[in-house]
């Protein structure tokens, strides 16, 4: 017993007690972006615009689009963190696309707008909630992230959420990555597997917009089109506790 309280005393809490508080380290800088409504040379906003590999960035009016950044900071070291800055705050899951754009002077945290949330979700999924995870085409990054969702430090099985090895038993589907057209058959044979009612989570800025990827005929998006999403988690790759967050605020869990 002495040998378990002398590895408590070393390692801390295994575990995070409170996932809606966490203070991240201050090099953590690649969450929420904040554009000041400060005046810059125009030429450092056109030069920011251009050196964007997604085209997240905006000049003219200056904003950031989260489903297609990156988060390379490379607007934030071109016109100076006085004009751009990505902050600590990784509570930016939204379940609106239009939310993810972040606009100069903008200083509200993004969030769910609980008055377009079905009212299955709020019924049905309160107190549990099982999710099938679809890499469709995706790198790693956000499915190993998925992954320490669900470890001792994040646990978000302690709130009744959990992924299953079957889409018959899942509450809804977790898209990663930009759904190359090799993997929209199996996307699609996945969700009709899912009983009713169902929620699609798209998770990464691959899953969002397609990121690098956009615009290439190696993709098929079409799945998106049919259906409606209902949280939208950025990131490249995500945080775990953006989409612990995301999913909690969803089903008003908080």
């Not at 956000?142 to 959420?161: S, T, V, Y």
């Not at 038993?169 to 759904?179: K, L, M, R």
């Not at 990827?213 to 775990?240: C, M, Q, T, W």
Request: hydrophobic share 40%; glycine share 8%.
């Amino acid at each position: 017993m002495f040998d378990e309280i002398d590895i408590l005393k070393h390692h801390g809490k295994q575990f995070i007690p409170d996932v809606t508080k966490v203070n991240l380290p201050v090099y953590y800088k690649i969450g929420l972006p904040v554009i000041s409504t400060e005046k810059i040379d125009e030429k450092l906003l056109i030069d920011a615009e251009n050196a964007c590999p997604t085209d997240a960035f905006k000049a003219f009016p200056t904003s950031i689009d989260l489903g297609k950044c990156v988060f390379c900071n490379q607007c934030q070291k071109i016109c100076g963190e006085k004009k751009v800055k990505f902050t600590t705050d990784y509570r930016i899951a939204t379940n609106t696309r239009e939310a993810l754009i972040i606009k100069e002077g903008d200083k509200n945290p993004l969030s769910i707008d609980q008055n377009i949330v079905r009212e299955e979700i709020k019924r049905v999924f309160g107190r549990s909630l099982k999710l099938r995870q679809v890499s469709a085409g995706g790198d790693n990054s956000n499915e190993w992230e998925l992954n320490a969702a669900g470890n001792p430090n994040f646990d978000m099985g302690r709130f009744g959420i959990d992924f299953t090895a079957s889409p018959r038993h899942s509450d809804g589907v977790v898209i990663t990555g930009p759904i190359t057209a090799n993997m929209a058959e199996a996307l699609q044979i996945c969700y009709d597997a899912v009983p009713n009612p169902k929620i699609l989570v798209l998770v990464g800025t691959d899953a969002i917009s397609g990121g690098i990827f956009e615009g290439s005929p190696a993709l098929d998006r079409s799945f998106l089109d049919k259906y409606k999403v209902d949280l939208y988690v950025p990131g490249n790759p995500i945080h775990p506790l953006t989409f612990v967050n995301g999913i909690l605020d969803l089903i008003k869990k908080m």
